[in-house]
């Protein structure tokens, strides 16, 4: 009688289970068939050559009970070991099936990361224009910056400044606005590279503002702003990271310039989907891939100066910082501490 279909059963990609059903005789029931006819043949024979007839009526049964279990006790074991082997091949075949379709998925998904439409995706100088554009425009941008997968509504800019006309000459020994500006207390330096937690986070974006002004750290955060702007396009968030904390003196051997093992406890991201979708990120993007790179060396620059004035708290609370993260992601990805 043929097989009824299973109406549970669905159809799988790449026909996994569309293969020809295990039945019928195989090698191994001819086998052991053979096995069997030969020992029933052979049992027989000596029963029956060597029967005796004089023993006594009492051991008749005792008799019998050992003559089945002499013929049908190797029977037995001869189709146990088949029916092993047997299921032995299937599952050489079922790993060998398994293997070649995960392999056929791989390839289809390299093929398709390969051969994805570049029509239908902006060119790389369009990226590079929309980078150079939120770079200009960072204030405004961080408005509506996302590091958070809750989205809050963006903030309303505040009008542009009439601008000031200075009707004093400019000194003669080339003294620029930068060097009046008064340096960037510690507190706020660390609250901008967390970056305003809401639109309504006035604190925050206090401190951004303030942060701006200062030239080196405007530089990192608007290279924190675009990197962080490029994971959120692949669903990662620095609020989702719970990287393993490294205590402040490795962090100050990282600014003296230490790199590798003695600074490995700083690459604490244990996500393992983040990582593996930066990395592929960080292979087949090159915008992402310069970006990272100019994140790091950024982020380098800045921890240098700033642990030769911070102290150990100050420090621990520059590693909880969503720029601190996000350099413990790339910088993992990167290489940096190994």
Not at 190 to 216: C, Q, S, V, Y
Not at 307 to 326: F, G, N, V, Y
């Amino acid at each position: 009688m043929a097989d009824k279909p299973n109406p549970q059963a669905r159809p799988t990609p790449l026909g996994i289970y569309d293969k020809p059903k295990h039945g019928g005789v195989t090698e191994i029931e001819v086998v052991a068939l053979v096995l069997s006819a030969i020992w029933l043949v052979g049992a027989a024979a000596f029963f029956l050559l060597t029967g005796d007839e004089g023993e006594p009526t009492e051991a008749e049964g005792l008799r019998f009970l050992i003559t089945m279990l002499a013929v049908f006790m190797p029977i037995a074991m001869i189709w146990v070991a088949a029916t092993a082997a047997r299921s032995s091949r299937v599952m050489r075949e079922e790993s060998q099936r398994l293997q070649t379709a995960i392999d056929a998925i791989r390839q289809a998904y390299i093929a398709q990361a390969q051969g994805r439409d570049l029509t239908k995706e902006p060119s790389v100088a369009r990226k590079l224009d929309e980078i150079a554009a939120a770079t200009r425009n960072t204030e405004t941008a961080l408005a509506t910056f996302q590091s958070r997968r809750d989205d809050p509504a963006p903030a309303t800019p505040a009008p542009a400044a009439a601008p000031v006309v200075d009707d004093q000459p400019v000194l003669a020994l080339g003294t620029s606005s930068d060097d009046f500006a008064r340096p960037l207390e510690t507190e706020d330096f660390i609250r901008a590279l967390n970056f305003p937690e809401t639109a309504e986070d006035e604190a925050g974006f206090a401190a951004l503002r303030k942060a701006m002004r200062d030239r080196e750290t405007s530089q990192l955060i608007q290279a924190a702003q675009d990197i962080l702007t490029l994971l959120s396009q692949d669903g990662i968030y620095m609020d989702d990271l719970r990287p393993d904390r490294a205590r402040p003196e490795i962090w100050r051997q990282f600014a003296s310039g230490a790199r590798g093992r003695p600074v490995a406890a700083l690459g604490g991201v244990r996500d393992r989907s983040s990582l593996a979708l930066t990395a592929g990120r960080m292979k087949q993007d090159p915008i992402f891939r310069d970006a990272a790179h100019h994140f790091l060396r950024r982020f380098d620059k800045t921890i240098s100066s700033f642990s030769e004035r911070a102290s150990d708290a100050d420090i621990s609370a520059l590693s909880d910082t969503r720029t601190a993260r996000a350099f413990m992601l790339l910088g993992r990805v990167a290489g940096t501490f190994d």
